[in-house]
């Protein structure tokens, strides 16, 4: 069965230093997504992408973070200067239509810890 | 005002026995999607049923099945025969378009403990 991949599945990092945390949707999908849960908290929004272009970000996704689709399979999410308050689980999650009846499905995770 | 409200934050069921998770919900648009996701002490967060707005039956898949009542907006999750692998964090979700469509909004979740 189809699923959704990410990369790596931890990450340690320096405050202050850039990450990238990589993603792979499921093949026949259009509208890509990245959330976070911090520690203990629910999960949050951070931003939709479709069509090579953001449609809808949180007020969490600010300029420290961007998106990107580089090639036809990946999209990456790009912390930069990470900051403590970083450290939380990211999930990327696609759906292949937009729609309040469509099915998000997520990856794994990925768990990022700022030192 | 919260959007989705899982008042359980912890709950326990003997093995085989079936549990009910509560979830209510707080929308004006009449179309939106329910979801229930189960997230292992692993993390990664995994896709277990979804209930339509506008559909006209419960929403059943496998040993877990939604408990719609649409005018109460509660969309409880039932997980019958209760299993030791089903314990984990279970969080219910909505997706609404007037709130920005693409987005889902989620709950605090409920962690499950199943007890043999």
């Known amino acids: 069965e189809p699923e959704v991949t990410q990369t790596p599945s931890h990450q340690v990092t320096q405050m202050g230093q850039e990450v990238i945390l990589r993603c792979v949707p499921i093949s026949n999908h259009l509208y890509f997504y990245w959330y976070r849960q911090i520690l203990g908290q629910k999960v949050e929004f951070l931003v939709s992408f479709y069509n090579n272009e953001i449609s809808e970000k949180s007020e969490i996704f600010d300029d420290q973070f961007s998106v990107e689709r580089p090639d036809g399979s990946n999209f990456t999410l790009k912390i930069r200067s990470t900051k403590l308050e970083d450290s939380a689980m990211y999930f990327c999650?696609?759906?292949?239509?937009?729609?309040?009846?469509?099915?998000?499905?997520f990856g794994p995770g990925t768990r990022l810890l700022v030192l | 005002a919260q959007k989705i409200t899982q008042t359980q934050p912890g709950m326990f069921v003997q093995e085989k026995e079936a549990v009910t998770l509560d979830c209510t919900y707080d929308t004006s648009d009449p179309s939106y999607g329910l979801f229930w996701y189960k997230q292992p002490s692993s993390g990664e967060m995994i896709f277990l049923i979804y209930?339509?707005?506008?559909?006209?039956q419960n929403a059943t898949e496998g040993r877990y099945s939604l408990n719609f009542q649409k005018a109460r907006k509660s969309a409880n999750l039932v997980i019958s025969a209760s299993q030791l692998g089903d314990s984990a964090m279970y969080f219910c979700a909505m997706r609404e378009p007037l709130q920005g469509y693409q987005k889902v909004t989620f709950g605090t979740g409920t962690k499950l403990q199943v007890i043999p």
């Open positions: 999650a696609s759906s292949e239509r937009a729609g309040s009846q469509e099915t998000q499905y």
């Open positions: 209930q339509g707005s506008y559909d006209q």
